[in-house]
Every structure is written in C-alpha cells, then in structure tokens.
C-alpha cells in the first residue's frame, strides 16, 4: 500500500490469503509485529499531549510497583527511556516473553510485575537496546493515565478516528472478519499456522491486527501533522517528537541505524526514512515513511521466518528507496535463508562423526597396536571433539534456561528442532565418545 499526501495512490494483494484461496485485499487483516510500538508511542504521546503523563517523569509515578533488581535504576527510568529504547532493559527477556501465551486480562501486568529480579544490561539512558518489555511497560503506562485498558484506549483514540475498521486488539475479532491465515517456515517451505495463540502479555509491543487500507490511514496521519479527515490524533510538534533520531543502534561498535520513539530513523542515499519492521511467528509486517516527499508505504504478508527480520527490514528500505526515487542498497543478508535451509546437515554431519568414530575405535579394539598412549589420546582424540560437543551442548542449556528455546518453538520451530536435535546429541555423545576411548586406551598393550 502506498500513499502520498493524504491519499493511497497504489494497492494491490498478491498471493493468498489463506491456502487455497484469493488474494488478500486491503480490508484483510494481518497481525502487524513491532509495528505496532508506533501506535503504542503515539498513544502514549497523546496522553502528554493532555497533560496526563509527562515524558521525563519515572516509570513509578504511573506504575507505583514498577522495580527492577537494583532499586536506583527502578527510580531513575523514566517515559521517555522507554519510548527511546534507552531504559536498560534487555532484549532477551522482551523476546522470551513472546512465547508465554498467558491469555488472562492482566498477563501485561503480572510480567511486568516478575521483572523485579531483573538485571539491567546497560546504566538508564546511556545505550540502545531494543526490547519488547519497554513498550509492554508503556501500555501500562497508558491504562494507568486513562483509566481505560490499552485495548479499549487504542481502540477509541487510533483505530475509531482514523477510520482503522478492520483493526483489532483481539484473536477472536480478526478472525470473524476473514483474517489471513498465518504461515511458518520449515527449512525454506511455509507450512499454514492456524489458530496459533496471541501473546497477549505482549499486546503494546507487537500484537495488534490491522490491514494494509488501515495501516494506511495510519500513515497519512503521520505524514499530514496528525491529520487523517477530518479527525486529528496528534500535534505536529508530537510527531516530530517520535520521528526524532535519539539514540544509534550499534552493531560492533558502529552505528547502523537510530531510534525515535516506536520508529527506526535511517538514512538512505541522503534520503531520510521513517521506518518499523513486524514479526511474529506466522506474519509479518513493514511500514515506512519518506517525510522529505510526504510519500508512506506499508507491507503486510501472511507468512514469516523470525530468523529473517533484517533481511525484511532491507527489503522494505529498498521498497521505500525506491519510492524515494533512489537506488535500493543491494541486500546484504541474503545468504541467511540459505544457512536455514543447510541446518539439517549439521544432525546429519554430526552422524556422520560418530559413525566414523565407531569405525576407527573398531579398529583400535580389533588391534591394540593402534591405540595411542592415554596423554596422546587425551592431547588428539578426546579434547579437540569434546570442545565443540560440549559448545553445542551448552548453548542447548542456555535456551533452554533463558526461555528462548520456547520462544524459538513458536517463532522458530525448524531451528529450534535442530537445536534440540544437534546439542542432545552433542551432549550425550561427549561423555559416551570420551568414556569409549579412555576404556580402550587404558588396556593398550
């Protein structure tokens, strides 16, 4: 969906909708990903606007019972942290949490409530870290300044004025109205996802439903100082506000890209770019924004690979480039996809490993000559395979402790197969690979 001014000048579906069936129109709704941190944002810039939450006030002044493990950091992370992405708060977490499909009204509240024990990554204010607990706080922040939940609040000040029909808070709503059916990918193919649940602990940072038409609408508002019709949901000065590049997203130490509120800011060929990108484990989303030429474009697809959002997100800056009327920077990750589709030769080259293991200690075992003496089997046989089992092992312990092996099950389910497949076995076969060759080299001779 493309849009300039106050217009859509271009829409079209391509694929299906649901397998076997038509194309999805503009009035078939998506699950929309982390693009929904800027409706969030711009929620939450609303009630600044009415005087009912400041931007550098703290967390605690709305969320009394906010805390995190150390008590100065709890008072000191404010708003504006939040929005910026500058709290502290790790990412990990934020993704964990996608994965708990709690589905109580107050499943926000009470994850928000365990991070009490939480260690911050970085000191309040100093360092980017994209995390999905920051927005999830925000909404919070929202029901406790408006005295409404966050779905009834998005649903009367963003989705009612700007004419957003078919955008949803809600499973069960979309669903009544044609949702697209969602996909996962299996080692490059899509396989069709229904019925999957809704994080709904994770409704303000990416859970919100809407279509291409709505989303649109979205972004005329963006781009016209608030404005869509006759209904206005934000000053100008407020979206210059989120559209404000604050803080660098560093990769190795250089920046990459930068961050508003609820917006990625990027520049490309001198062009500026407006931009958020959306996963979840069935679809996915972009939105971007050329405020320079009053030019917006939205994507949406009913299929996703969470493994892959950079490549998304270069995809749609290429989009938007193009729109621009510039060059799209060739995509640099496209050799990604192509390592997903290799993981199963990781189980199948590991088997391979112990076969031929099996095959010399046969030797060995049939002709004691070929043993070598236990410091020399120890030095070349036992560590250089125990170092990369035990590796694989290890990082099968690590998701399994951190909670990303569950989250990895539902956005990732083909890696997360391997994972549990490859690291198992490592384990097992580190202790059994060591404990054969220690046997048969102690009775050389």
């Not at 300039?4 to 299906?16: A, L, M, S």
């Not at 649901?18 to 609303?46: E, H």
């Not at 939480?118 to 309040?124: A, D, E, Y």
């Not at 709505?214 to 000065?237: K, P, T």
Request: overall charge positive.
């Amino acid at each position: 969906r493309q849009v300039e001014g106050d217009q859509i000048v271009h829409q079209h579906g391509f694929g299906r909708a649901r397998p076997g069936g038509d194309a999805p129109t503009p009035q078939t709704p998506f699950l929309i990903g982390s693009t929904a941190k800027s409706i969030t944002a711009s929620a939450v810039m609303q009630l600044v606007e009415a005087g009912k939450v400041e931007l550098d006030a703290p967390v605690q002044r709305y969320l009394p019972w906010f805390r995190v493990k150390d008590p100065l950091a709890s008072a000191g992370i404010t708003v504006r942290h939040l929005l910026n992405q500058t709290s502290g708060l790790p990412g990990i977490p934020g993704m964990a949490n996608l994965a708990n499909l709690d589905n109580s009204p107050d499943a926000c509240l009470r994850q928000a409530q365990a991070l009490a024990g939480i260690k911050l990554s970085n000191p309040v204010g100093t360092t980017f870290e994209y995390s999905n607990l920051n927005y999830n706080l925000l909404g919070l922040i929202i029901e406790a300044a408006s005295d409404k939940i966050y779905p009834d609040y998005i649903q009367e000040h963003v989705f009612e004025p700007l004419g957003m029909r078919h955008s949803y808070t809600d499973l069960a709503s979309a669903q009544q109205d044609n949702l697209a059916v969602g996909h996962r990918y299996w080692f490059g193919f899509t396989v069709a996802s229904r019925n999957l649940p809704l994080a709904r602990g994770s409704l303000p940072s990416g859970q919100l439903i809407s279509t291409s038409e709505d989303m649109a609408h979205y972004l005329i508002a963006h781009l016209n100082s608030g404005v869509f019709g006759d209904a206005q949901i934000l000053s100008g000065g407020s979206i210059e506000e989120m559209q404000r590049n604050v803080a660098d997203q560093l990769v190795m130490g250089k920046p990459i890209t930068s961050y508003g509120m609820g917006w990625f800011i990027n520049k490309i060929d001198g062009v500026k770019i407006v931009a958020h990108g959306g996963n979840v484990p069935d679809y996915s989303a972009y939105m971007a924004l050329i405020p320079e030429q009053n030019k917006g474009v939205v994507i949406l697809a009913n299929s996703d690979q969470w493994g892959l959002p950079f490549i998304l997100m270069e995809v749609g800056d290429g989009v938007a480039s193009l729109l621009a009327g510039k060059q799209p920077p060739p995509i640099k990750l496209a050799f990604l996809p192509w390592l997903m589709r290799a993981s199963p030769l990781l189980p199948l080259f590991q088997a391979g490993w112990i076969f031929s293991t099996l095959k010399r200690l046969r030797s060995w075992r049939k002709n004691p000559a070929l043993r070598p003496k236990p410091a020399l089997a120890v030095k070349q046989d036992i560590l250089p395979a125990l170092i990369p089992n035990l590796s694989l092992a290890a990082i099968l312990n690590y998701l399994r402790t951190s909670g990303l092996l569950r989250f990895m099950r539902l956005y990732m389910p083909d890696l997360a197969f391997i994972a549990q497949v490859s690291g198992g076995l490592a384990g097992i076969w580190a202790v059994m690979r060591t404990v054969l060759i220690l046997r048969l080299v102690r009775k050389r001779g």
